[in-house]
């Protein structure tokens, strides 16, 4: 899929180069409710802004710029970090990815998760942006039709 540039935080994410994304939730609602509740007092932004330190590490280390400012604290620098998630990961499972690596592992791997959280190194606003899996095996040869068998 070819996706051009562009200002919103959802084109941001897409413009990773994976050939085989698959299985894609995006939790923008969720994010909508939870800015929601800050904006209505229904959550302070201490408690939405909660980013861990070792979140705050990976997406330093490992996250793309947004092109999209902090929706709370309205910064520019906010980070899109990738972890990785998956049997057949072993101990690299639930680290973070660049998304070089990630489009590298696509070649690689059957079936890996992929997990896309958006982090204010300014204010620690952190949310699940969007997940997806990767890779080139089994589930995608499980949900093509069974030609050998239906033939019998
Ligand atoms: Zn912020």
Redesign the pocket.
Known sequence: MEVGPSRTVGAAITLIGVRTRRDVINYALQRRARLAQVRTGLMTAAEA?DAHPHLLLAAQNYGSPSPA???????EG?RIVRFIYGDELGQSAGQARSAGEIERMDEAVDAVSVYLVEV??????NHLLESFVIGQGAAQQSAAPRRSRARR
Request: contains cysteine; charged residues 15%.
């Open positions: 802004c400012p902090c929706p709370i604290c309205r910064r906010v204010c190194p300014a204010c620690s606003w």
